[in-house]
């Protein structure tokens, strides 16, 4: 019991660990801890793709800081957080060890679990600033908020809530990726009130998402029907047409009941909820009709560089240099101003694995097939708004779930230990 709550504790912070420097965070040192132990404990496991991620992730960190010095300009944050996503990686392969080591085959049930319970967790840190003003400045005192969160008026007046982490639409997508773990989880409980439990954490992430952001929301809307339509045509060749229907209808009962847990909870929360988080959220319905102020202010931020050199192999521009500035909040056109077309393409290639090794769930789990290909979706589409490649909590949670997949579907194949790769008679 109590190794289960450390190794809980311990996927919490590898998730939302905050800073403690302007480089360093409580997610980077827990990463350097899991290495290290997992090396001594013989826990180190990695497969072809595996290999394939850690080598693009170091081709891209050495590249990203020779354009560095290439260009004599010290904006090094691509080259950061690309040396940052390779130490997370390396640190999720040995959580995920881990996770194997303690609960065996459960392992990857306990591993989604631990990640939907970290989420809500956050959910219910986020939602306790929403109603305490005294909490939420002891929270953003404690993480530095102020000097990372972009400051704005909702932001000071506590209307929009970041929890423990640096971002707003950055967080309500990364609480909006425990809604898509939940039918996983619920699939994996043993017990009814295990169930239930389950269920009553979605409607607080739901919640989160209203106080941090639209994207999440706009991108929850959008993965609902993808999520039951893929589960349709992956199920349709393996199941009996009153099976399929069957679950179809539970997952809308499921969608329906957390939908009137939220709607019953309004009444509970702070007048500013209804004025202005209710209100903020009803514009990505203009969003979804391709007008509303967002996306003006996005159509003018989709442009390339001038010079041919800088798009092909990019300048480390990223507006915090001594280069011309570069109006636009778009991942992709940012990632292409700083490391170029080369840099972008190496950044890209891990979630391509990541989307490929989903695909390759449909054999062993068509719920985590359709979940983990959403979940790795999710930050190449928020990458159209904003920077959300290899992002500090978002990375942690899919560098985590693509290890978690990586061993299980080596553990299908082979029958295998992970840790020995020896022959696992109880598998």
């Not at 194997?100 to 990857?108: A, H, L, Q, V």
């Not at 929301?217 to 609902?224: N, V």
């Not at 199941?239 to 709607?263: D, E, H, R, T, Y």
């Not at 942690?396 to 194949?413: P, Y």
Request: hydrophobic share 55%; glycine share 8%; aromatic share 12%.
């Amino acid at each position: 019991m109590l190794k289960s709550a450390l190794l809980a504790t311990t996927t919490f912070l590898f998730i939302f660990g905050w800073k403690v420097t302007p480089i360093a965070d409580i997610i980077l040192f827990t990463s350097v801890l899991l290495i290290v132990y997992s090396f001594l404990r013989g826990y180190a496991y990695a497969d072809r793709v595996s290999i394939q991620i850690i080598i693009c992730l170091g081709l891209l960190s050495i590249y990203s800081m020779v354009i560095v010095i290439a260009h004599g300009v010290f904006e090094v944050q691509i080259a950061l957080r690309s040396i940052r996503a390779l130490i997370n990686f390396l640190a999720a392969m040995s959580l995920a060890g881990i996770y194997y080591d303690r609960f065996g085959k459960s392992y990857f049930a306990r591993i989604i679990r631990d990640i939907y319970l970290a989420l809500v967790a956050h959910a219910c840190i986020m939602l306790a600033m929403f109603y305490s003003t005294p909490f939420r400045e002891l929270i953003y005192q404690v993480t530095s908020a102020h000097d990372y969160v972009n400051i704005a008026s909702p932001f000071l007046d506590g209307l929009r809530i970041c929890g423990i982490t640096y971002g707003l639409s950055q967080t309500s997508v990364l609480q909006m990726l425990g809604l898509l773990m939940l039918p996983v989880v619920a699939r994996g409980c043993q017990s009814f009130a295990g169930l239930l439990t389950a269920i009553m954490g979605a409607p607080l992430l739901v919640l989160s998402i209203l106080i941090s952001g639209r994207s999440g929301l706009m991108m929850g809307l959008f993965f609902i029907p993808v999520y039951l339509l893929g589960l349709l045509l992956l199920k349709a060749s393996t199941q009996s047409p009153a099976k399929i229907a069957g679950n179809l209808l539970a997952n809308m009962l499921g969608l329906f009941f957390i939908g009137l847990l939220v709607w019953s909870s309004i009444d509970f929360l702070p007048e500013k909820f209804s004025v202005y988080s209710l209100n903020h959220a009803q514009e990505i319905f203009l969003a979804m009709r391709l007008s509303g102020t967002t996306v003006d202010t996005l159509s003018g931020m989709f442009f390339l560089p001038d010079s041919w050199l800088e798009l092909v192999f990019g300048s480390s521009n990223l507006n915090n240099g001594g280069f011309e500035m570069v109006f636009s909040d778009v991942g992709w056109v940012k990632t292409i101003f700083a490391v170029g077309l080369v840099g972008s393409i190496l950044m890209i290639i891990p979630y391509i694995l990541a989307l490929k090794q989903a695909w390759r769930c449909r054999f062993f789990s068509q719920e985590t097939a359709v979940m983990s290909f959403l979940v790795f979706l999710s930050a190449l589409l928020l990458h159209g708004k904003e920077m959300a490649l290899l992002t500090r909590n978002q990375w942690s949670v899919q560098a985590l779930l693509l290890s978690a997949i990586c061993i299980q579907l080596h553990l299908l194949e082979g029958n295998r230990n992970p840790a020995t790769g020896q022959p696992k008679s109880e598998l």
